[in-house]
């Protein structure tokens, strides 16, 4: 029987691949964080000022089937301070820039 042999990744590649793995980590945890802060600010346009916790959990792009608009919808979930309620709910920005809320407070 002939003996199989393994050969070790040379240390050129492994540091790359940690380099590569870090700066991909560090690319999501931006987009995450800038999704949520700019979904801060619209929650602040539309009167939830003093929230903590925010997630945005999805975002889908949806048209109305009559009218072909197209807007875009993001499930949100976050703690009001103020009214110290849970909410979970959508985010709907119309084709036109404007945001409207549906959201849920319990």
């Known amino acids: 029987m002939s003996e199989i042999e393994v050969r070790k990744l040379p240390k050129k590649s492994i540091f790359i691949i940690l380099i590569m793995a870090l700066i991909c980590s560090a690319g999501f945890i931006f987009i995450v964080q800038t999704k949520n802060m700019k979904m801060e600010e619209v929650l602040a346009t539309l009167g939830h000022k003093n929230i903590e916790n925010i997630k945005v959990i999805n975002k889908m792009n949806v048209e109305d ?8 919808v993001y499930k949100v979930n976050f703690y009001d301070i103020n009214q110290q309620k849970e909410c ?19």
């Open 65 to 72: 089937k009559k009218t072909r608009a197209k807007s875009t």
């Open 88 to 106: 979970m709910g959508f985010i709907i920005r119309a084709n036109r820039g404007k945001y409207s809320k549906d959201l849920d407070c319990k």
